[in-house]
Nanobody, 123 residues
Framework: QVQLVESGGGLVQAGGSLRLSCAASGGTLSRHTMAWFRQAPGKEREFVAG????????FTADSVKGRFTISRDNAKNTVYLQMNSLKPEDTAVYYC????????????????WGQGTQVTVSS
């Protein structure tokens, strides 16, 4: 069973940048579609960005388009989320997820989940 561990979260001022990492163990990610979701208190978990198994296909939600970039390094068994121009509304717990097939926008489509990493953006 694949285990995912996120890291890189923290407190940053608006306009700043963070890079989140998702490291896998217990398996390889090369055959998995990967995605980042986020969840703010009192809100549903929402799709942020996804990337296909080969890295050829990516998709980012409108709320983060142009600011966030998802990438992967299959040799390192790691997925990244580069977050630039952060806004207070980006504050949430960010989760890494893995699944099969094409990129999906719903959390139920993913089989593997990390524990989450907190991102807090101050004004």
């Amino acid at each position: 069973q694949v285990q995912l561990v996120e890291s890189g979260g923290g407190l940053v001022q608006a306009g700043g940048s963070l890079r989140l990492s998702c490291a896998a163990s217990g398996g390889t990610l090369s055959r998995h579609t990967m995605a980042w979701f986020r969840q703010a208190p009192g809100k549903e978990r929402e799709f942020v960005a996804g990337i296909g198994s080969s890295g050829l296909s990516t998709f980012t939600a409108d709320s983060v388009k142009g600011r966030f970039t998802i990438s992967r390094d299959n040799a390192k068994n790691t997925v990244y989320l580069q977050m630039n121009s952060l806004k207070p509304e980006d504050t949430a717990v960010y989760y890494c997820a893995g699944g099969s097939g094409p990129i999906h926008f719903t959390s139920r489509s993913y089989d593997y989940w990390g524990q989450g990493t907190q991102v807090t953006v101050s004004s």
